[in-house]
């Protein structure tokens, strides 16, 4: 026999996705307990890109701050270049390309922040807000009983114990254990390419002043590769071809060949192989498991769009997990995780596949016929084709980003005063955006509905309602409902909307 721990959520893999995962649970006041095989986070820095979206979360939690504090060193290193060698590199004329949303859109800012520098920044904000998280534990098994789920875990000692959690969300990464225990198959485009991630340290500050760069394409011959900063002065990550046998100190010599500095002192970290590639999980849950991240979604990197879905993964799942552990929505709530987040994890990974690698042609057609949306449109301007909001046969367009409160879609941000936006009247429960009177006795009257007073005709307009209507917004900004006009009994109409939102199947 061995200890069973008992807890609501069990996460299993602390990354940027089952970290993020703790943050928004905790954030909902939902008991949960982390486990992660590795004694620390990750050394690689892999993801570097933070998109607008994801920093409204943060935003939210109250964790943009801290972020964008660890992000402060690459604040000025938003280009792209691209040239022989770095010494030979030319900027190139536009900057974010995967991200560039204008202020007009969003009260975040997206930034550059290496994912060896985030992970722990969000293990120790998650740490000091009381979450528990268990590094150097490994899960050897999980079992769903139907009424809870138990992992079996390998602590750091080597002793067994067990976890038993109402439900597990699996952030383990695109190998993830989880998924294969449960047989859940993948399809999408398979394997694209093969590539070298050499990560290494170097004083390039000489050549980089006055090219900063996010990405340095290198067209040498020999070294035909991409260049990315990691803090903006000492370390930096070449992807380059494999080369067979090739060892670090060949790899040395690539970099001083890539970077045109033949004296070039270089430190090579590590040189790990990888295949980028496009595998979508078929189904995002079984049971009481749900699968986030990477473990549910593995997309090449041109569209820097990884971990910043999987984050996005973790946020929509978090209040739904809330709403049913709470008892103030039925586990069909949880239906929509699936419909809403396959949908977009698969959209999102077969752009990122479609998209071309060469810096000069990025935003080009791609080359295999497949459309390409309007990058800023996939990332804040989508709307789920269903799941827990009413629709009302508006559609979004994906050529354009066109949020006009459409159900379905996130909130459009409207500036309310300095540093104030629409989405930060989003609270933890629906929230009903419409003016005083009317809408605020109907909110008072429906537990779990908070009226949030927005007594502007212009807003009410761009939101598709006129000054009596009202825009019911889940604790994740998306829009749940829309009422164009208060009808006769407001309160009913509420009450109904909310009944349709939280059964999971608008
Ligand atoms: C070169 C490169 C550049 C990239 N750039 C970007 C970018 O700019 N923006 C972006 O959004 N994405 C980017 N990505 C993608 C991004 O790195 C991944 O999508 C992201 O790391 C996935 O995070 P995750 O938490 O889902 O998985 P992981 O980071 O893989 O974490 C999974 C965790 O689960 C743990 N685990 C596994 N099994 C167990 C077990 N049995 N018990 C306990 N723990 C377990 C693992 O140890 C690991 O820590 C890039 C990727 C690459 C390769």
């Avoid at 970099?255 to 189904?283: C, H, K, N």
């Avoid at 309007?374 to 046969?393: E, N």
Wanted: include cysteine; hydrophobic fraction near 40%; charged fraction near 20%.
């Amino acid at each position: 026999m061995y200890d069973v721990h008992e807890t609501d959520v069990l996460i299993v893999g602390g990354g940027l996705v089952g970290l993020s995962a703790a943050l928004f649970l905790e954030w909902h006041g939902v008991p949960a307990v982390l486990v992660e095989r590795r004694d620390t986070t990750s050394p690689q820095p892999k993801a570097r890109r933070i998109n607008l979206r994801t920093m409204e979360l943060f935003r939210q939690i109250g964790a943009e701050p801290d972020v964008m504090a660890a992000a402060a060193a690459l604040a000025d290193f938003e280009g792209m270049a691209a040239g022989r060698t770095l010494v030979e590199a030319e900027r190139l004329s536009w900057g974010h390309g995967e991200d560039d949303g204008s202020p007009a859109l969003s009260p975040s800012d997206s930034c550059l922040c290496a994912q060896d520098t985030l992970e722990p920044v969000l293990r120790a904000l998650a740490s000091e807000r009381g979450a528990d998280l268990r590094f150097g534990h490994r899960v050897l098994e999980v079992v769903d009983d139907g009424s809870s789920v138990t992992a079996t875990v390998r602590t750091p000692g080597g002793r067994v114990a067990a976890i038993r959690a109402r439900y597990l969300v699996a952030a383990d990464g695109p190998h993830s254990p989880v998924r294969e225990r449960l047989g859940i198959a993948r399809s999408g485009r398979g394997t694209l390419g093969r590539s070298t991630n050499v990560y290494f340290e170097a004083d390039l500050s000489a050549q980089v002043r006055g090219r900063e760069f996010n990405l340095c394409q290198i067209e040498h011959p020999e070294v035909p590769s991409m260049l990315l900063t990691v803090d903006g002065a000492w370390r930096w990550l070449l992807m380059a071809d494999p080369v067979p046998g090739r060892d670090h100190a060949g790899w040395a010599r690539a970099v001083r060949t890539a970077t045109g500095v033949p004296d070039l002192d270089v430190r090579i970290r590590s040189a790990l192989d990888w295949e980028p590639g496009m595998f979508v999980a078929d189904r995002f849950s079984v049971g009481r498991v749900f699968l986030a991240g990477d473990a549910a979604h593995v997309m090449p990197p041109y569209l820097a769009a990884g971990a910043n879905t999987g984050i996005q993964d973790a946020h929509n799942l978090a209040w739904k997990l809330a709403h049913v552990l709470a008892g103030a929505a039925p586990e069909s709530l949880l239906d929509s995780y699936q419909d809403e987040r396959h949908w977009l994890g698969w959209l999102t990974a077969d752009q990122a596949s479609a998209q071309t690698a060469n810096l000069r042609q990025l935003g080009a057609e791609s080359g295999d016929g497949t459309p390409l949306h309007d990058p800023v449109a996939l990332l804040l301007g989508y709307q789920y084709p269903s799941g827990a909001f009413v629709p009302d046969g508006s559609r979004a367009p994906l050529d354009r980003v066109e949020l006009t409160g459409q159900p379905g879609t996130r909130l459009p941000h409207h500036r309310l005063g300095p540093d104030r936006s629409t989405l930060d009247l989003v609270g933890r429960g629906l929230t009903l955006l419409a003016a005083r009177g009317t809408w605020e006795r109907a909110a008072s009257a429906t537990p779990g509905v908070e009226h949030r007073a927005v007594d502007d005709p212009a807003w009410a307009a761009s939101v598709g309602i006129t000054g009596t209507g009202a825009l019911l917004v889940r604790p994740d900004h998306v829009v749940a409902w829309r009422c164009p006009a208060a009808p006769g009994n407001a309160a009913s109409a509420l009450s109904e909307a909310v009944a349709v939102v939280m059964s999971g199947h608008g």
